[in-house]
């Protein structure tokens, strides 16, 4: 036979909890747990957590598509009044270092073709308005009284300043525009370029459409 017995039965009161039991010395083990609710069958069954809803910082709209568990009127945060509306009108400081000089001849040569096919439109435009109003024929007389003689008829300003004429005199004078355009703004990029490296170049504030 064996000289221990074992922890007797502990004592069940009558809400479930259980009572004093002895242990193997004689002691007493009391049970410092409280009650279980719901006895002894809902000790296998798992409490299904509830979702956390965070409080919704504005009123939720009514309707179906409203959101559940929107909390009470002390958790929901009215909008500001007063709040700044204009928008800030955003600047940036640039700095032009270095202008190339390829770019630059490549530009003014097609500014000054514009240029100069301008000119030529200009002076025929010009001309066909003058002829229209009679100035040549008027002026022509008067240099032609004026400078002529019993022997020659004097200088004629018609036939100098012809529509040919005018075209030729207007399309060397564009063609002279072009190289000189040309040849100036690609000789200003290169001053510009050395002056930049001493100054450091041209300022610059860019700022967005209010």
Do not use: H
Not at 42 to 63: K, L, S, W
Not at 143 to 157: K, P, R
């Amino acid at each position: 036979m064996s000289g221990a017995t074992g922890a007797g039965p502990a004592k069940t009161g009558a809400n479930g909890a259980r009572g004093p039991a002895a242990d193997s010395q004689g002691g007493t083990v009391t049970d410092t747990r409280g009650p279980q609710p719901g006895g002894g069958a809902a000790t296998g069954q798992e409490r299904v957590a509830q979702p956390y809803q965070p409080p919704q910082a504005y009123a939720a709209p009514p309707g179906p598509g409203a959101p559940r568990g929107g909390g009470g009127p002390a958790a929901q945060r009215a909008p500001r009044t007063g709040a700044r509306t204009t928008p800030r009108t955003r600047k940036a400081r640039l700095r032009v270092a270095k202008a190339d000089p390829w770019s630059v001849m490549k530009v003014s040569f097609l500014l000054s073709i514009a240029l100069g096919i301008c000119t030529i439109v200009a002076a025929v435009v010009l001309w066909m308005v003058m002829d229209a109003m009679g100035v040549f024929s008027t002026v022509g007389g008067t240099i032609s009284e004026a400078t002529g003689s019993n022997e020659s008829n004097g200088f004629d300003l018609q036939s100098f300043l012809s529509l040919p004429r005018v075209l030729v005199f207007s399309s060397v004078i564009a063609t002279i525009n072009v190289v000189l355009a040309t040849a100036l703004a690609t000789l200003g990029s290169f001053i510009y370029n050395l002056s930049a490296g001493f100054v450091g170049g041209v300022e610059l504030t860019l700022a967005e459409d209010e």
